[in-house]
């Protein structure tokens, strides 16, 4: 029974991220375009007057470009398909990532049930913080590969590196450590998903209360359960997603290739020193609006999946 379920968690949590990842594909293309520091700052010459004499004095000063401003020059330079850039790592790399991510949470819960309170907010956020560990180890090199290609500007009609060659190139130029740039930023994002599962768990504890009070028919509850499955995840997800943005921020920088950015306080210190701590929530806006109907859509999904399965047993 025990490997049972264990299957049932890998193949639901599998194919909810597959969905997840092909209908989010271009809002993380611009995410990861407005944390990469090509695309943070571009020059521009500011007239500042003189204080003494009043003449104007032409000093050079940065500005952001906006989400509209990164999309239409992707669109205009490189193409929609640039759009869909690591689309292929990341269908290759999103399903065993949350396959593996759902079948150790469910393991690490099991096991922290028995060390704590059943169910109670430590034994959800130690479960979240081992899967997301577990995962973030065994998935970063795709997520590395992914992370260049994204990166990655051509213009139209230029061929592109697809997902082999961009492996090869970061072998070849960095060696086998270069597909774990990142990583430590990673590990520390593992605050993110404790967060996210900490509420999450929280709201489903609630909604399973109220469905148990309802009245309704069983048709009733079970649509409003999943409806109410759904905005429980994106809730979570919009809370953890604001505390813990910085970290995507350091990630990114940390895997452009030949930046100068080498560890994660190091490159923390640098943004903030260079670009102001503003720098830090760079494409949060996209990260929102990608990430949560992607959580929402993964975790009903999810749920979903092995309620029907485990109901087929």
Known sequence: MAQKDTLLNLFAGGCSGTVGAIVTCPLEVLKTRLQSSGFALRPVFQVQLGTLSGTGVIRPGTVTPGLLQVLRSILEKEGPRSLFRGLGP?????????AIYFAAYAKSKEMFNGLFVPNCGLVHMSSAGVAAFV?????????????????????????????????????????????????????????????CFLIYETLKKHLAMNQYNSPNNEKEKGASVFLGLMLAAAFSKGCASCIAY????????LREEGSKYKYFFQTGRLIAVEEGYAAFYRGLIPQLIRQIPNTAIVLSSYELIVYLLGESK
């Open 135 to 195: 995962t973030n180890s065994l998935m970063n090199p795709i997520w590395m590969v992914k992370t260049r290609m994204q990166l990655e500007k051509r213009a139209k009609g230029e061929k592109k590196m697809n997902a082999l060659q961009s492996a090869r190139y970061v072998h070849k130029t960095e060696g086998v450590r270069g597909f774990y740039r990142g990583l430590t930023a990673s590990y520390a994002g593992i605050s993110e998903t404790m967060i």
């Open 90 to 98: 990341n269908l290759v790399g999103v399903a065993p990532s949350r």
């Open 246 to 253: 910085p970290h995507e921020v350091i990630r990114t920088r």
